[in-house]
T-cell receptor
């Protein structure tokens, strides 16, 4: 059972480039979320989804897009990378109801 | 708006000493509360959670936390710290009905000296 899998683990981009961070879970969880982690700020919610076809914005959505075409996958797209998006990105999933989230190992993204 | 405050950015304790990490929250209803631990370069691992009921909750690795509604606090404790407990600890608050959106504190980095 792989849990929550994030790819890639590391990525370096140039300003203005676009890319997609992948997140997949094999636990049939309905809820999935993306967070970014910056030093001294904890984790902040970017976007989340309560099921296939349903997404909504979190605290810091600007510059990011998401879609949820299947239960398993929840990719995060950077449309035009900016240095302020240099961060560690975590994907998380949980079943509906009173259950905590399971986190992936993160994607470390640097934008030059 | 929900918020979580972890007042201590860094804490250093001696191996074998007791530990208490502080967490205060602001939330308009009864919150669901969590403590997560993160080792360097790793993801977050759930230590314990509080949803309702007994205000003293037990978690993994010998950790416990106490929910005090009157103080809006959910402090994490361990009676005897091991060197392997050195990590960053995050307190989080949320509601499960709305997509499990969590608000995290800024984290406390625990250093253990031998």
């Amino acid at each position: 059972n792989a849990g929550v899998t994030q790819t890639p683990k590391f990525q370096v981009l140039k300003t203005g480039q676009s890319m997609t961070l992948q997140c997949a879970q094999d636990m049939n969880h309905e809820y999935m979320s993306w967070y970014r982690q910056d030093p001294g700020m904890g984790l902040r919610l970017i976007h989340y989804s309560v099921g296939a076809g349903i997404t909504d914005q979190g605290e810091v959505p600007n510059g990011y897009n998401v879609s949820r075409s299947t239960t398993e996958d929840f990719p995060l797209r950077l449309l035009s990378a900016a240095p302020s998006q240099t961060s560690v990105y975590f994907c998380a999933s949980s079943p509906r109801g009173n259950q905590p989230q399971h986190f992936g190992d993160g994607t470390r993204l640097s934008i030059l | 708006a929900q918020s979580v405050t972890q007042p201590d950015i860094h804490i250093t304790v001696s191996e074998g000493a007791s530990l208490e990490l502080r967490c205060n929250y602001s939330y308009g209803a009864t919150p669901y509360l969590f403590w997560y631990v993160q080792s360097p370069g790793q993801g977050l691992q759930l230590l314990l959670k509080y949803f309702s009921g007994d205000t003293l909750v037990q978690g993994i690795k010998g950790f416990e936390a106490e929910f005090k509604r009157s103080q809006s606090s959910f402090n994490l404790r361990k009676p005897s710290v091991h060197w392997s407990d050195a990590a960053e600890y995050f307190c989080a608050v949320g509601r499960m009905e709305y997509g499990n959106k969590l608000v995290f504190g800024a984290g406390t980095i625990l250093r253990v000296k031998s």
